[in-house]
DNA sequence: TATGTTAGTGTCGTATTAACACTAAGCGGC
DNA sequence: GCCGCTTAGTGTTAATACGACACTAACATA
């Protein structure tokens, strides 16, 4: 018995979440649930589901991922929507897809709602994906490689307090190419939004020194939409 | 009789289109219709309507801005999906909106539909706007000048033969701010996407050289990803 | 104490950018 | 016909930003 009835036929509004996973000397990753229920039961797929009537669609995406996955907190930005007639074999469904680039740290999915299993996939080995799963990633990569370029990461992809070399090789990682150390080093410094501090990582070779974030300054910055290539 | 039910309730889903219209020498204008049904019947409002069961979002945005307005061909870029609860008084709305530059010339629409009346708005003169249209227009304008500065522009929004001059003060007008006309011309020429003509324009001054664009030249560039900045 | 590994640093040549002022060509009025 | 007004058109220079490039420092371990 459908309750919901309306004078003219409505599409179904789903959301969908691309979220990249980094970890330092590691490749890149993206969260992928193991679809239960059918369409694709069993396909592997990018976190999403219904919107809800009383909820924005950021919130929604917020929601869908926490369920599928048990991953909260996480700053998820809109990407498209698609809204190809048949992208979905239930019928008209358009999906509006949200994307983020979060730390893997401590963020171990777990499976539930409608989601069989949930785990980090790396991005150069992806299964099969369902709906049009594959193409929203795609267009979420591109997305995220023009970001990178011109506004600066880092903050909740590392550890608390970190060296210029883990900051250069999550560049490097991201985009895919590496960067010259020495200039490197120069561009970050001088745009003054690094914290050195009194500590150095120990461990087998030379200590490194230590640095955070000035929140402060990166938030300065990022009123004045200022342009960071490198 | 409502005919159309479904198992859970669902949002309606509707395009807005932020039309902008440049004009040698005037300032930038925004297409704006005077909506003739509740809710806002008598108000300012962008174009656009309810997504149809079969046709895309940009499909509906091209097709609900001629429908309203007799503007026809005019490539839509899609903007961002707005989606707070409340921003639609009949219900929970979910609008797709779409963007575009286009020249001013030849362009009058004409209200039809659910338009009383259509007509260009001076950017800097809006009336009020119905629904959450002011922070619609907010966000093309902000992504319109991001763009300009990194996409040529000109295709479209000068007569098929132009002079420099008018191409600079077409920048000027979109970014709002003035720039150096032998920088202009020189970064310009440099891009090797301007065919110098035969012709001239005369006029009460000096005769200016005519141009057109290189369209071959321009979609190779197109492709390569170019950067492009003013 | 010798070796291996990562951290850290400066210069220079080149390309890009921004700032800046005068001459050329046509028109209209006198 | 010449003077004044208006728009078109043109190069140079100084400052800055960028990319390429190689060695020394510090520590751990064998």
């Not at 669609?57 to 926490?66: G, H, I, K, V």
């Amino acid at each position: 018995m459908k309750k919901y009835c309306y004078d003219y036929p409505r599409p179904s509004l789903t959301v969908d979440c691309a979220v990249f996973g980094y970890e330092a000397g590691g490749a890149v990753k993206v969260l992928l649930i193991e679809r239960d229920a059918e369409p694709y039961a069993g396909t592997w797929a990018l976190p999403g589901g219904f919107v809800g009537m009383d909820e924005t669609l950021d919130e929604a995406a917020r929601r869908e991922l926490e369920e599928e996955t048990g991953l909260a907190n996480i700053y998820l930005e809109q990407l498209y929507t698609f809204s190809n007639v048949h992208r979905d074999p239930r019928g008209r469904v358009i999906s509006t897809a949200y994307y983020a680039l979060v730390s893997l740290a401590g963020r171990t999915p777990q499976a539930a709602s409608d989601a069989r299993s949930a785990q980090w996939y790396p991005l150069r080995k992806l299964p099969e994906l369902a709906f049009d799963h594959a193409h929203i990633l795609e267009t979420a990569v591109e997305r995220l490689r023009a970001k990178v370029r011109y506004k600066p990461i880092g903050f909740e992809l590392l550890p608390e307090k970190f060296t210029l070399t883990q900051l250069q090789q999550l560049y490097e990682t991201v985009l895919e190419q590496s960067i010259d150390k020495r200039n490197f080093r120069k561009k970050i410094i001088a745009m003054d939004l690094l914290k050195p501090l009194d500590e150095f990582r120990q461990g087998a070779n030379r200590p490194a020194q230590l640095y955070s974030f000035d929140r402060t300054k990166y938030r300065q910055l990022e009123q004045s939409g200022f342009l960071f290539e490198v």
